[in-house]
C-alpha cells in the first residue's frame, strides 16, 4: 500500500505535520490502497509564504520563460500517463479506457494549450494615452474536486502559473494521487522553489485554513454549491477575488419534429458519463408529452449498452461510484423518486458483486417539482420531463437553482439555435455538438462565479492594470 507522508512546499517534499491519515478507497474492490498524510494550518502557512516570496520573481520572468517550464512539466506528465490513468480510474470509478482518454489525455492537452494561450496574450498595449497592462492576480489558493481530480487541477494550476501567479494546491483528499503526480512532476521541470506548492487534507480544516490565508489572494475552487457558499463567505472578509465552478442540473431540450434517436443516445452518454460523477452532466431530458413512449423504448434500449464490471476491463462502459457513501445516497434519491410518482423506465441490469455501483437508471413521469428534477444527483439518474409547447419547455429547462449546461435538439440547428438563446446556462450544445475545451465553461445562478477553459479561464487570473501616460512618451515611442 503506497503511504505517503510528505508534501511539496517551496520547492521541497516536507514531512507533513498533520496528526491524521486519510484513506484512498479503490472504487471497485472496496479495499484501501493508499493512505495520505494531512497536513496542519501551520503547513498551509508554510506554503502560502513560500508562494508570496516566489511571487515577485516567478511573475517578473518574461512569460516565454514561464512557457518553457510549462512545457517541461508537460513532458514530464505524459511520462507519468500510465501512472495516472491507474490512479484516477481507481480512486473515481471510470473506466481505465475512458480514463486514460478524457482524465488524463484531454487534461495533458490542456497544459499545452494554455502554454499557446499564454504566447498569445497582449500583456502591455495602448488605449489612448494609457497603457494597460496584465499583472498576475497574485498568489492562488486552488481547491479541487475528485470527479475529474487531474482535469480540474490543470484548469486551476496551469493558467495561473502562465499568467505569473504563484499556487497553492489543496486536491480532494477522496482523489490526490494526480495531485501528489503533478508537484512529482513539477519538481522534475525544476520549476523555481514556492512557485507551486502542494497541501493535503480536508476541507473542513485544511481548506478552511487556507482561504482565509491573509497572504492569499485569489480563490478558485470548485466543488458542490453549498461548500462554494462557504468558501465565498470566507473570501470576503479579505476581499479576495473568488472563481466558483460549482452544481449544475442541466436540461436536455428535444424540440418537436428533432430526432429522436440521437437525442436520447447522446443524453444517456452525458447522464451516464463518469458514473454521472460528473457538474455539467444533462440530467433532465425534456421532451414533447405525445413523444413520451417512444423515448421510454430508445430509454430502455439505449441503458442496456452500459455494462457495468471490472473498470480496467476495456469492455466495461459504467464504472462504481467513489464511495459507498455516494452509492447510497444516490440510491435514497431513486427510491425517493419513486415515492413521489415518478417510474422506472430501464431495465434491471446486474450489478457486480463488488464495487460501488448504481445501474444506470432512467426515471420517467417526472414532473419538474420532484426533488429528483430539482437536485444534483452525482450518479447515473436521468429523469425524462414530458412538456405541451416549446414555452414551456424552456420555462422548466430555467426553473432551477443552476445554470452550467444544457443541450438543445431541433429539427435544424438554426431551429435549436433560437431555443438555445433563451436558456440560462453557460454553454449550450446544439444537435450533439461536441465539448470545445477552448470555449468558456462555468454557469449562471448557483452553478458559480468566473468561467474556466480556454483563453476565458486563463484570464480570470489576470488583473488589468492601468498606466497613464504623457503625450510625449508616445512621440518619443513611435
Known amino acids: 500500500m503506497n503511504q505517503q507522508q510528505q508534501t511539496y512546499i517551496d520547492g521541497a517534499w516536507t514531512a507533513c505535520r498533520g496528526e491524521t491519515d486519510t484513506p484512498v478507497t479503490d472504487s471497485y474492490t472496496g479495499q484501501v490502497f493508499a493512505s495520505w498524510r494531512t497536513n496542519s494550518p501551520a503547513d498551509v502557512d508554510l506554503a502560502v509564504h513560500a508562494a508570496r516570496r516566489a511571487l515577485d520573481k516567478w511573475s517578473g520572468l518574461p512569460p516565454e520563460t514561464r512557457i518553457d517550464h510549462v512545457r517541461k512539466v508537460v513532458l514530464a506528465l505524459r511520462e507519468r500517463a500510465d501512472e495516472l490513468t491507474q490512479s484516477i480510474s481507481r480512486e473515481v470509478g471510470m473506466p481505465r479506457k475512458l480514463a486514460a482518454r478524457i482524465q488524463v489525455g484531454a487534461p495533458i492537452a490542456a497544459w499545452e494549450a494554455y502554454a499557446e494561450i499564454a504566447r498569445s ?25 475528485w470527479n475529474y481530480p487531474l482535469h480540474q487541477i490543470t484548469s486551476k494550476v496551469a493558467p495561473a502559473l502562465l499568467a505569473g501567479c ?31 506548492n502542494l497541501v493535503h487534507g480536508a476541507g473542513a480544516d485544511v481548506g478552511e485554513a487556507l482561504v482565509r490565508h491573509p497572504g492569499v489572494d485569489m480563490v478558485s475552487f470548485t466543488g458542490s454549491t453549498r461548500a462554494g457558499r462557504h468558501v465565498a463567505a470566507l473570501a470576503s472578509a479579505d476581499v479576495k477575488r473568488v472563481a466558483l465552478e460549482l452544481g449544475g442540473k442541466s436540461a436536455a431540450l428535444v424540440m418537436p419534429g428533432a430526432d429522436l434517436a440521437p437525442a436520447v443516445k447522446a443524453t444517456l452518454a452525458s447522464c451516464f458519463l463518469n458514473s454521472g460523477q460528473t457538474c455539467s452532466a444533462t440530467t433532465r431530458l425534456l421532451v414533447p408529452r405525445e413523444s ?12 442496456a449498452a452500459y455494462v457495468m464490471g471490472d ?26 423518486a419513486l415515492q413521489q410518482g415518478a417510474e422506472r423506465w430501464s431495465p434491471e441490469l446486474p450489478v457486480p458483486p463488488q464495487g460501488f455501483y448504481v445501474p444506470p437508471t432512467v426515471l420517467g413521469r417526472v414532473t419538474p417539482s420532484m426533488d429528483i428534477a430539482r437536485e444534483e444527483v452525482f450518479g447515473p439518474v436521468l429523469v425524462v420531463i414530458g412538456y405541451g409547447d416549446i414555452d414551456e419547455a424552456v420555462a422548466i429547462a430555467n426553473d432551477t437553482d443552476y445554470g452550467l449546461a444544457a443541450t438543445v435538439w431541433g429539427a435544424t440547428p438554426a431551429q435549436a439555435l433560437e431555443v438555445a438563446r433563451r436558456l440560462r446556462a453557460g454553454q449550450v450544445d446544439v444537435n450533439g455538438a461536441p465539448f470545445n475545451p477552448a470555449a468558456p465553461f462555468g454557469g449562471f445562478n448557483k452553478s458559480g462565479l468566473g468561467r474556466e477553459n480556454g483563453r476565458y479561464g486563463f484570464e480570470e487570473f489576470l488583473e488589468p492594470r492601468a498606466v497613464q501616460m504623457p503625450a510625449s512618451y508616445f512621440e518619443t515611442t513611435s
Open 166 to 196: 504563484t499556487v497553492v494546491l489543496k486536491p480532494s483528499e477522496l482523489a490526490p494521487s494526480s495531485a501528489f503526480v503533478l508537484a512529482q512532476a513539477i519538481d522534475q521541470a525544476g520549476l523555481p522553489p514556492g512557485v507551486f
Open 292 to 303: 413520451l413512449e417512444r423515448v421510454a423504448q430508445l430509454a430502455r434500449d439505449g441503458v
Open 121 to 145: 496574450i497582449e500583456w502591455e498595449q495602448r488605449q489612448g494615452h494609457s497603457l494597460v497592462q496584465q499583472l498576475p492576480v497574485g498568489v492562488v489558493a486552488c481547491i479541487t474536486p
Open 311 to 336: 473498470p480496467a476491463d476495456p469492455t466495461t462502459r459504467l464504472g462504481p461510484l467513489i464511495s459507498q457513501a455516494q452509492r447510497q445516497k444516490v440510491l435514497q434519491m431513486i427510491d425517493h
